[in-house]
Every structure is written in C-alpha cells, then in structure tokens.
Nanobody, 124 residues
Framework: QVQLIESGGGLVQAGGSLRLSCAAS????????MGWFRQVPGKEREFVAA????????AYADSVKGRFAISGDTAKNTVYLEMNSLKPEDTAIYYC?????????????????WGQGTQVTVSS
C-alpha cells in the first residue's frame, strides 16, 4: 500500500523560507502526478502546486506563483516544495498527494493518495 510521508513544516517569520518534502513508499508507486494542497480550519482544501514526474511539467496556484517551487526526484519517489517569501496567509496544513492520471488536476478528488499533512505557520 502506498504511503506518502511529509516533512519539513514548522514555524517561520514572514519573509522566510521553508522546504517541504514528501516521500512515497510501499507497494509499487507509479503515480505520475505529485502535488501539494493546503487547508486551514473551516476552509476547503486548496491546490498549491503539482508536478508531472515523467515530463517535469508543473502547475501553481496564482497565490504562490513566483514564491514557491515544486520539484521531484523520480529515483527517490520524492517531491519537494520550496517556499520562499512566506506570508502569514500561507499558514495552513500542507498535504502531499499523488495521482495516477497523466493530467495535472487542481481538484483534490482527482488524487488517489494523500499524506497526513504537515503544519506550516508563518508569523507576522
């Protein structure tokens, strides 16, 4: 059974940086798309970024474009989210997700596997 394990969350001041990692393990991991979503209490889970592992194609939410960068290490079945110029509104639980399709989706229900989430808190 595929498991996604996130790491790298924490507390950072506004303007700072964090790097999230997500490692896939278990079973035969063949998901083409890996992405990051975030959620704050009382709000829907929202798309942050995704990468297609075979081509390197990426997609970003407008709110993070130019500040966040997603990348993947295919050999390690790992995806990273480099977050720079963090803002208090970036505070959320960040979830890693994997999708076996070949098209990047911004909809949570399109993803087949999910991690447990890692908290990111940005103080002002």
């Amino acid at each position: 059974q595929v498991q996604l394990i996130e790491s790298g969350g924490g507390l950072v001041q506004a303007g700072g940086s964090l790097r999230l990692s997500c490692a896939a393990s278990g079973g035969t991991f063949s998901s083409t798309i890996m992405g990051w979503f975030r959620q704050v209490p009382g709000k829907e889970r929202e798309f942050v970024a995704a990468v297609r592992r075979d081509s390197g194609s990426t997609a970003y939410a407008d709110s993070v474009k130019g500040r966040f960068a997603i990348s993947g290490d295919t050999a390690k079945n790992t995806v990273y989210l480099e977050m720079n110029s963090l803002k208090p509104e970036d505070t959320a639980i960040y979830y890693c997700a994997a999708d076996r399709s070949f098209t990047i989706s911004r909809i949570p229900s399109a993803y087949d596997y999910w991690g447990q989430g890692t908290q990111v808190t940005v103080s002002s």
